[in-house]
């Protein structure tokens, strides 16, 4: 049997890391999807391909490159990963979660996780941000579960907080100062890859979700896990199923994450310097 990336794998990935670039990295950043334009940004880039990196996954999904980019942004030290593996694409819950442990291992404090969503709650309107004040977990996998290292950190997490909460203070103050449209609410995660039937989005309204999509959960676990600070941002690419009269599709999501990587690079450009 294929052995799963555990804690020497990633202290290998992070020592790799280290070894290409003198600096340490301060700030994390997962794009989700079509926001890959955000990565023109990092400055002084070294960009490694994530085959380059010892037990690093590859990413498969349309508009997900693969690629890990070192530098400055706003003068800060930050990580980028471009391109992410999701679960519906059939890796592992410990697959989906390597490269944001390995960028916490090679020094990140704080994770910003980014993720395409479709909107639920009636502020949550498409080239909208929504930043996350909680989540609900129906993705029916846990990267935490399964036998426990210590190394990573406790075994039963306490996620009161998930969501820093001045961190979020922050990205709202800068998405104010550069007019971005956003709203605060809680991302409810799914296995997908379907997007959802009208009924389930009426049922997840109830229970309070306020935006959904198929990733993040799984990233935000882990960096909480090991005592990184979380940011996570969905930028809004469609109104969830059933709430428009428009079919969904992949192409709309890639589209509207042009208009959005052009808004998160606003976003960040202003609150990287207070962070
Ligand atoms: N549902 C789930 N995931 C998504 C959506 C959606 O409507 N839009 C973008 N990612």
């Not at 471009?82 to 442990?101: I, K, N």
């Not at 709202?172 to 296995?191: D, H, M, N, T």
């Not at 959802?196 to 935000?220: D, F, H, K, N, Y």
Request: aromatic fraction near 8%.
């Amino acid at each position: 049997m294929k052995r799963l990336p555990g804690y020497p794998e990633a202290l290998k990935a992070a020592k790799y890391l280290r070894s290409r670039w003198r600096e340490r990295p301060r700030v994390g950043i997962v794009l989700g999807s079509g926001l890959g334009d955000v990565v023109n940004q990092v400055q002084r880039a070294i960009r490694i391909p994530f085959r380059s990196i010892p037990s690093f996954p590859r990413p498969s999904v349309k508009g997900h490159s693969g690629m890990l980019h070192l530098g400055t942004w706003a003068q800060k030290p930050v990580a980028l990963l471009e391109g992410r593996m999701h679960l519906y694409e059939g890796y592992t819950p410990a697959e989906v979660v390597f490269p944001a442990r390995v960028l916490i291992l090679a020094g990140v404090e704080i994770l910003i996780v980014t993720c395409a969503a479709g909107g639920i709650a009636p502020q949550a309107s498409p080239a909208s941000f929504m930043f996350f004040s909680d989540h609900l977990n129906f993705q029916g996998a846990n990267p935490l579960a399964g036998a426990h290292d210590a190394r990573w950190g406790e075994r039963f997490v306490d996620l009161s907080q998930a969501y820093d909460p001045e961190l979020r203070l922050k990205a709202g103050k800068a998405a104010r100062a550069q007019g971005l449209k956003f709203s605060e609410g809680v991302y409810v995660g799914l296995l997908g890859p379907n997007y959802e039937t009208p009924a389930e989005i009426r049922a997840l309204q109830q229970l309070g979700a306020g935006a959904v999509g198929m990733s993040t959960v799984p990233e935000v676990l882990a960096a909480r896990q090991m005592g990184a600070r979380v940011l996570a941002i969905a930028t809004i690419s469609n109104r969830a199923a059933g709430l428009s009269q428009r079919p969904l599709s992949h192409e709309e999501v890639l589209e509207a994450g042009k208009i959005s990587g052009r808004n998160l690079v606003k976003l960040f450009g202003a609150l990287l310097p207070v962070i």
